[in-house]
């Protein structure tokens, strides 16, 4: 098999640079807790993983020439996407009254900083679980990724060959490069939890991701 590597590995970087909905989970879920952080991206790739077996079976390609199935699986990602949002700002807001109801009974004394707010998903199984169903869900309910595995990934592909196995092949190579850039993002990510330990601070990133969530939503359930 003779591909362009060079050509596939700059799309794939560029892919995985420009923000997106998993971009946004990963580091969501990274700020809350490291060990959710990797396992966010970890769904993440699982859910490439389900397109680019896919795309080798050629059920993508039967899905995309279907509009109603095409349309289906964008509405379902789009309204995942929008729950998510709700979701935080809805928390950040609970938080938010909970705290003025705390400082009503008993003010906060000066300059003190709040712990880091307990990591959703309770214990470590628990956490794990929550993260990497949130980037799992948020790729394989997203059908750009699916047009990546069948319209950019054979590009690079030998002509001569079996494509179902060079887009396998190419597929695991993405998935791969996934994981490395995904880790290195959540090490940087995870610094954000000392700031997020401060209440207001936390409130302000609770209603920015929320409200990322929903617009990235709308837009996914309005594109044509």
């Known amino acids: 098999m003779t591909v362009d590597l060079v050509g596939f590995l700059g799309v794939v970087l560029v892919a995985y640079v420009v923000p997106g909905p998993d971009f946004l989970v990963v580091v969501r879920s990274a700020a809350e807790d490291p060990s959710k952080g990797r396992a966010a991206a970890l769904g993440a790739q699982a859910g490439l993983c389900v397109h680019m077996l896919a795309a080798a079976a050629g059920l993508s390609a039967m899905a995309t020439r279907s509009p109603a199935v095409y349309d289906g699986i ?4 789009a309204a995942y996407l929008v729950n998510l949002g709700v979701r935080a700002v809805l928390a950040a807001r609970r938080a938010a009254r909970e705290r003025r109801t705390a400082n009503e009974v008993a003010p906060p004394a000066p300059h003190e900083v709040a712990s880091p707010a307990r990591p959703e998903g309770g214990p470590a199984r628990g956490r794990f679980r929550s993260g990497f169903s949130q ?23 030998d002509g001569d060959g079996s494509l179902a196995r060079q887009i396998f092949l190419l597929g695991m190579l993405d998935v791969v490069i996934g994981v490395v850039y995904w880790f290195a993002l959540v ?7 000392a700031l997020l330990a401060r209440p207001k601070i936390r409130h ?16 996914v359930a309005t594109a044509a």
């Open 74 to 77: 964008r509405l379902l990602g």
């Open 135 to 157: 980037g799992f869900l948020t790729n394989v309910l997203n059908p750009k990724a699916a047009l990546f595995f069948l319209s950019v990934l054979p590009q690079f592909a």
């Open 187 to 193: 090490g940087v990510a995870a610094r954000l939890r």
């Open 204 to 219: 302000r990133w609770e209603l920015t991701t929320g409200w990322l969530f929903i617009a990235i939503g709308v837009s």
